[in-house]
Each structure stands twice: as C-alpha cells, then as structure tokens.
C-alpha cells in the first residue's frame, strides 16, 4: 500500500455550483451540509450550488464552504476508493484547508471545526474591511527577486511575500496603495507577470492582527486532541502532534506567510508516495507537479 498524503485547499478555490452532485449522490455529503446549514443559521449548499458569487466568494462565507465540501469529498473517497484512507500517512492544508486537515486527523471534530472556520472567516473579513488591501501572485521569479521586489515596492505602507507556493509562484499581500505599486513596478520591469487574487484582503501579513486575537479567543473554546496522523503546520512546514502547539500555530498562522513548498518538499522527503487533492478546484495538483513534476496526485472534487 502506498504511503499516502492527503491535500485540503484553501480560500479561492470555491465556485458556485460545487457539491451539488456530490451531495444528491452521496448521503453522508448530504448529511456534512445539513448540520453544517444548522450551526450557521443558513443554507450553506444553496449558497455553494446557487451563490451567487459574490456571497459564495465573501471570506466569511467562502471559508466554511470550502471546509464542508472538502470534508464532503472525503466522504466521496471513502465510498469511491475504500483503499486509500487506510494508507494515509500525512494530512496539509493550504491555509484553511490546515482545518479540514486537522478534522480529518482526528485533532478537531467536525463541529468544533466549523464553529473555528466560521469565527476566523468573520474575524479576516472584518480585518480586510478596515484596511483596503489585497494580494498579488508574482510569476516566473525566484523567491529573492520577489523579496527584493516587494521591499522596493512598499514604501510607507505594509507589504509581505504571503505565500511560498512553488518554483515560480510566490504571493505577496499587502495594502491596495502597496499592491498597486508592485505591479506598476513588475510591468515597468518587464517580463514579470503578475495575478491580482480574488481575495478580500491582506492575508497572513500583519494587517491581520485583529483577526488573530478574535481566533485565539474562539480556538480557546475548543478541544484539540493530538492528531491521529500528522498534520503539517503552514507556519513552519512540519508536522505538530501536541494540541498547544497546534492551537499556537493556528493563531500564527493568520499573520504568517504560508510556506507550501516546504510542505510539499517535507511530504516527499518523509515518504509520501501517492498524493490526493480532497475538495474543490485543482491548484494543490499543479503546485505539486511544479514541485515534483512526476508526482502521484489524483483529485477527488467536491
């Protein structure tokens, strides 16, 4: 059997319509969704399969989508490929999906996981609100030019490499003054792409800070167990199996860049020889193959 890695993904890979079929065909899908629509007062699948966009794509709401559907998927690997889950050696998520990857291990129940999603959603939504920002990714450079770039292009305001993605994909977040002048800059550089993210703001940079402390209060109010398998941390791309140090590391997280190729690169050392993306869209499969380009990756979609 295969060692086996699972891959939860994170904010940005909603699209209206996801679950639908899932859920119609698979009871347990159904069922995550039903008590999911219970503890947050609305019908989450009706936003998931109808939107529309807009309020799918809102932090506050895009979040637990994601967290559900992921989880739905994973009921859809359990019925489809029964093999699998028993050789699964590792969980990650990218960002959010650090929650649904905790879930699975066991450290967090469903419930208690969603009422954290939910809380962290409302508290970075909040945070964006106050600070208009965004986040850019910057193609086709190494990390250091990126670095080097963001430290040109900030001036008096906050300006931060987000996220480590992979060779080539590096984001930088910061506020929309900031962002703005990045990629006036890349395109007065030449040859340098950039992606504005459909995102609402500043994640994991320091105009976050209000969020952190609302989600240390509302991790505060739940159980975190040691993970039955271990789940790799976006703070320092390795595997944490004491609950106080997850509980820190989650709260970190919002403020700190997420460093998903060493993740990736820690899963290969470790062994990992099959890989599934569990949830919606397929970017963890393309940051994979960008890392490891003969690399055993399968989706399995919500």
Known sequence: MPRTALLFPGQGAQTVGMAAELCRALPAAQALFDRASVALGYDL???CEHGPADRL????????????????????????????????????GLSLGEYTALVYAGALTFDDGLKVVQARGRAMQAAADAT???????????????????IEARGPDTLEVANYLCPGNTVVSGSRAAVERLEQLAAQKG????????????????LMKPADEKLAAALADVTI????????SNVDARPHADPAEVRALLVRQVVSPVRWEETVRGLLADGAERFY?????RVLAGLLKRVQRKADVRNVGA
């Open 191 to 206: 040859g340098i792409r950039t992606v504005r993210l459909a995102v609402a703001g500043a994640f994991h940079t320091a």
């Open 57 to 92: 794509n809102a932090t506050d709401v895009s979040q637990p989508a994601i967290f559900v559907a992921s989880l739905a998927a994973v009921e859809q690997l359990r019925a489809t490929e029964p093999d699998a889950l028993p050789g699964v050696t590792a969980v990650a």
């Open 225 to 232: 167990l040691p993970p039955t398998v271990p789940v790799w």
């Open 277 to 281: 993306e569990v949830g919606p869209g």
């Open 45 to 47: 699948l009706a936003v």
């Open 132 to 150: 208009p920002s965004g986040m850019v990714s910057v193609l086709g450079l190494e990390v250091a030019e990126v670095e080097a770039l963001a």
